[in-house]
């Protein structure tokens, strides 16, 4: 029950109350006794004022449990939502390094493979991955296939050094090095899109 609710009733009596005794004294011309025995015929009166005193008071209980519980509500979606932004964070630091990872093998043209402390960087991001993404086998096999390849690719740049253009060495870093191109461009942010955006809808459902 709203509090306007409450105070229209609680007006309500007070009226009924004064409209009584108005009554009384306009009807017995002050005679005590006999507006004392009339009113005791009216003894239910007391019984509804106690009657409606006792629902004023249990829908306050009501309305208070009520707010309660709201609140109890809100702070828990409070909680839920920090969770969800903490896990947020993780995960777009798994992405950053994982375009981190991808421009190393694309743009380390002074070396024969890409440095031991680049790869173990990427493969720390991989290890949180299987935490942060647990389940998503399909992110998870992307990132496995970024560093196998990555390996391939400094096989064939090893292979096609000081060989022709169109040699079938030279073919496969090539094609290997667009792949990379392209998952710098799009294809490593199109794979991470479903964890990392925030619809409303979906925002509502990972809290519910």
Same mark, same amino acid.
């Given at each position: 029950m709203k509090k306007n609710s409450?105070?229209?009733?609680?007006?309500?009596? &007070?009226?009924v109350w004064a409209a009584y005794w108005i009554v009384i004294r306009c009807s017995f011309n002050g005679d005590i006794g006999k507006?004392?025995? &009339?009113?005791?015929?009216f003894g239910a009166l007391n019984t509804l004022f106690t009657g409606l005193a006792? #629902?004023? #008071?249990?829908?306050?209980?009501?309305?208070?449990? $009520? /707010?309660? $519980?709201?609140?109890k509500r809100d702070a828990e979606d409070d909680r839920r939502l920090r969770l969800m932004l903490n896990l947020y964070d993780k995960r777009f630091r798994?992405?950053? @390094?994982?375009?981190? &990872?991808?421009?190393? #093998?694309i743009?380390?043209?002074? =070396?024969? =493979?890409?440095?031991? /402390?680049?790869?173990a960087r990427f493969d720390t991001a991989r290890d949180e991955a299987y935490f942060l993404f647990a389940g998503e086998?399909?992110?998870?096999?992307?990132?496995?296939e970024l560093r196998e390849k990555s390996k391939d690719y400094a096989i064939w740049r090893s292979q096609a050094k000081g060989k022709?253009?169109? =040699? /079938?060495?030279?073919?496969?870093?090539?094609?290997?090095?667009?792949? &990379?191109? =392209?998952?710098?461009?799009?294809?490593?942010? @199109?794979k991470f899109v479903p964890y990392l955006s925030f619809? /409303?809808?979906?925002?509502?459902?990972?809290?519910?």
């Open positions: 409450i105070i229209k009733w609680c007006l309500l009596v &007070f009226i507006s004392g025995q &009339f009113g005791d015929t006792f #629902v004023v #008071v249990l829908a306050t209980l009501i309305q208070q449990s $009520q /707010e309660i $519980q709201e609140t798994v992405y950053q @390094a994982t375009l981190i &990872f991808i421009s190393n #093998v743009f380390d043209l002074g =070396s024969e =493979s890409i440095g031991q /402390e680049q790869m086998t399909d992110l998870l096999n992307y990132l496995d022709g253009v169109g =040699s /079938e060495e030279s073919k496969q870093r090539d094609k290997i090095n667009e792949w &990379f191109y =392209s998952q710098l461009h799009r294809g490593a942010k @199109a619809p /409303e809808a979906g925002t509502r459902k990972a809290l519910d």
